[in-house]
């Protein structure tokens, strides 16, 4: 698809736009997200990505948007995957809910940067040099298998990488409100705070994720502005993403092994292209139906876990009210009780001897 320098500059200027408006108006201000905000904006950057998909069906016809709609549906499921490793390493950093969003933000930003770079260089790579486009698959056939046997993602978020990182980068000894970077009390020294450490790290985390998703979407097209809006969209959408998903991950419990699928089906796609071209809507379609069916899956599984907690717990109140008053049977009464009645019993009976 033939695409025209102003509609670069026009998309490129909207993402601008939007960074713009979060940041400096919407939250200017840190403060923490709630669960209802975080719903709201997740539902406007979904609305919006698909409303740039109907854009993309207009221009470029039913291929173009299916292409696009592919690819955001990959980045937009892989990115629930990131979440959980973002909420690691802001809970190894101790890095307050109301500052994450601005280290999000910023580090969103250096994603988007660094996605154009990698998109750039792997259809470069695909251009010249077409045997990679196995090396890729294989890349996301090995990264499907990790995920299936559940080993956790390749994220810099082990201790002994944040020790490292905090003999390149003094750091200070606690946070300066919002700033990245702060005064040392002690040396007076510029350091760096807390917040920029998390956004190294989190910039690390993503190169690291780019190399499983990049080579996902470029099976399914090679278009550089199918590829890099599809993936703009979807990570512009990971802040609230975030806040709304980090603290649910026991509750996906189908969500690797789905998205396993998903990139085992994309390692395929691309091992056999030089011998099988499925239709362009099978991949849209396929990611849905497998997204759906780990939603429906990971919900019935919460509803059964939860049931069964329910009835552990009221089976074993009434064990316990069972053997309440055998249990009180066999309680010997105080000794002083004992003595009183004793007493009471010989002062009732005096009287009545007395009588006789």
Do not use: C
């Amino acid at each position: 698809m033939t695409v025209p320098l102003w509609a670069w500059v026009a998309f490129l200027a909207f993402v601008v736009a939007m960074l713009a408006l979060d940041l400096f108006v919407l939250h200017r201000r840190a403060h923490e997200v709630s669960l209802r905000e975080a719903g709201a904006w997740s539902a406007v950057w979904i609305v919006i990505g698909l409303g740039f998909g109907g854009l993309v069906w207009a221009w470029a016809g039913s291929g173009g948007a299916q292409a696009y709609l592919a690819g955001y549906l990959i980045e937009k499921s892989l990115s629930v995957d990131n979440v959980f490793v973002f909420a690691a390493i802001f809970s190894a950093l101790a890095i307050p809910a109301r500052y994450q969003h601005r280290v999000l933000m910023f580090g969103i930003a250096g994603a988007l940067l660094m996605r154009a770079a990698f998109i750039a260089a792997g259809i470069g790579l695909l251009e010249a040099i077409h045997p990679v486009i196995y090396v890729f698959g294989a890349i996301l056939l090995v990264a499907a298998v990790a995920m299936l046997r559940g080993d956790p993602q390749a994220a810099p978020r082990d201790p002994r990488i944040l020790r490292a990182l905090r003999r390149v980068l003094p750091v200070t000894n606690g946070l300066h409100g919002q700033r990245f970077i702060a005064r040392d009390q002690v040396g007076g020294r510029l350091a760096a705070t807390p917040l920029l450490l998390a956004l190294v790290v989190i910039e690390v985390a993503d190169v690291i994720f780019a190399v499983d998703s990049i080579p996902a979407v470029l099976a399914v097209t090679t278009d550089p502005f199918i590829v890099y809006t599809s993936n703009v969209f979807a990570l512009l959408g990971m802040r609230a993403l975030y806040f709304l998903l980090a603290g649910a991950a026991a509750r996906l419990r189908y969500l690797r092994p789905g998205l396993a699928l998903i990139l085992g089906t994309v390692a395929v796609k691309l091992l056999l292209a030089d011998v099988w071209e499925p239709p362009a809507w099978s991949a849209p379609a396929f990611i849905t139906a497998v997204l759906a069916v780990v939603a429906v899956a990971s919900v019935r599984d919460g509803r059964r876990r939860r049931r069964g907690g329910l009835n552990g717990r009221v089976s074993g109140r009434r064990a316990a009210e069972a053997s309440a008053p055998r249990d009180r049977a066999h309680v010997p009464a105080p000794e002083g009780s004992n003595r009183a009645g004793a007493r009471r019993r010989d002062s009732a009976a005096v009287p009545r001897a007395a009588r006789r």
